[in-house]
Nanobody, 121 residues
Framework: VQLQAFGGGLVQAGGSLRLSCAAS????????MGWFRQAPGKERDFVAT????????FYADSVKGRFTISRDNAENTVYLQMNSLKPEDTAVYYC???????????????WGQGTEVTVSS
């Protein structure tokens, strides 16, 4: 599966952005989807993941209550709605796909190219 993330940009603290990740192929619903982020000079961190049907989600503590992951299997797209953004949310955000429900970056087989989010204070 090929993934393309978009929707990043510059936003003020307290603002919102919605990231999208479009997947190619006819097997999108076979994959668990995840969002990760990587700030300059830091490792790639888990943000959120969603099960194949969308019935189960899991979030990093740092974004819980502010971010929402969702998916539309008919449109082969996963979303990350980000509200109440903070400067520490600044990073390149990546979507990823894997058959397993996991929060570990190294276990994801497929990655998008990343979209940059900058939150100004």
């Amino acid at each position: 599966v090929q993934l393309q993330a978009f929707g990043g940009g510059l936003v003020q603290a307290g603002g919102s952005l919605r990231l999208s990740c479009a997947a190619s192929g006819r097997t999108f619903s076979s994959y668990v989807m995840g969002w990760f982020r990587q700030a300059p000079g830091k490792e790639r961190d888990f943000v959120a993941t969603i099960s194949r049907t969308g019935s189960t989600t899991f979030y990093a503590d740092s974004v819980k209550g502010r971010f929402t992951i969702s998916r539309d299997n008919a449109e082969n797209t996963v979303y990350l709605q980000m509200n109440s953004l903070k400067p520490e949310d600044t990073a390149v955000y990546y979507c990823a796909a894997d058959p397993k429900f996991t929060v570990l970056a190294h276990e994801y087989d497929y990655w998008g190219q990343g979209t940059e989010v900058t939150v100004s204070s």
